[in-house]
């Protein structure tokens, strides 16, 4: 199919694809840059990290900083892989539980006819404004008089409350047809069905973004370790990056350290973002119900 003389969405390369090659050939290159610059940064040898100007590539690429940064964690209290694998098992669960309440809350919200449900989903939107600095205090106590302190709840149950996830899944069920809804209704299904065969196949670019944001916030966080948690045995990899981070603040290994450190933080979100960027796009567009 043509118009004008330019192939709308060809299965192969069209000269007439080029115009938008060179616009965003540029737009790609410069968004690549931050990403160029952390993995330089990281196998740069100690005297070029200590440039001024910094330089953006390295002449003298090395694995230093990834062997100093192994011999600080062999100082650590507990082994990395102990660390690693609290990461693991709390981002999958943050990620599961998240995606569960986010899809059933829009759902309700959406579908449901009940007393308050516009207040409700405007007290979400509400809390789209407090950045979780600002509710760290009324956190703490709500964790400390449900007893949670030094548990591993503390690393999942702060992060299930996603309401720019509740959100964007909100707006994706709002455009499923009701007609569709309450024929399953006529037919029997409950709730859960409806959810699990009709709802979360529409609405898969939304929890795609979704998916991405939790894991981000799960992987990332080092407040719950730094404030809930006393027992080493149960703190992330984050906090333990960190804190490496932190205890080679001072001597000149410490940049190198730091930025070894940073590029072990950022390669799973890039993997995971990558791994899920169409559906992203999709959420992006808003796309509508055909």
Do not use: C
Request: glycine share 4%.
């Amino acid at each position: 199919m043509s118009f004008r003389g330019t192939m709308i969405n060809p299965d192969r390369f069209h000269v007439s694809q080029i115009k938008f090659y060179i616009i965003l050939a540029p737009i790609v290159v410069f968004m690549a840059l931050p990403i160029v610059f952390i993995l330089f940064h990281s196998v740069k040898p100690i005297d070029e990290l200590m440039l001024f100007p910094p330089r953006f590539t390295t002449q003298r690429p090395t694995a230093d900083n990834f062997v100093m940064l192994a011999r600080f964690a062999e100082r650590a209290a507990q082994p990395a892989t102990v660390y690693l694998f609290n990461t693991l098992w709390v981002t999958a669960a943050t990620i599961f539980a998240s995606l569960a309440m986010s899809v059933s809350a829009g759902y309700v919200l959406s579908k449901r006819e009940f007393r308050g449900r516009e207040m409700l989903f405007k007290a979400n939107q509400i809390s789209l404004m407090f950045v979780p600095i600002a509710v760290a205090i009324p956190r703490y106590l709500v964790i400390a008089n449900l007893g949670l302190l030094d548990t591993a709840w503390v690393h999942i149950l702060p992060l299930l409350a996603m309401p720019v996830g509740l959100f964007l899944v909100k707006q994706f069920i709002d455009q499923i047809p009701d007609a569709l809804v309450e024929a399953a209704r006529i037919d029997g299904a409950s709730d859960y069905f409806i959810v699990r065969k009709i709802i979360v196949p529409l609405v898969k670019p939304a929890m795609a973004t979704l998916f991405i944001l939790s894991f981000q916030m799960s992987w990332n966080a080092t407040e719950p370790s730094a404030m809930f948690i006393e027992r080493e045995a149960l703190r992330t990899f984050a906090f333990f990056a960190s804190n490496l981070v932190d205890r080679s603040v001072g001597s000149l290994a410490g940049v190198g350290v730091a930025a070894a450190a940073g590029v072990l933080m950022f390669i799973p979100n890039f993997i995971v973002f990558i791994k899920m960027q169409s559906g992203v796009m999709n959420t992006m567009a808003h796309s509508g119900i055909k």
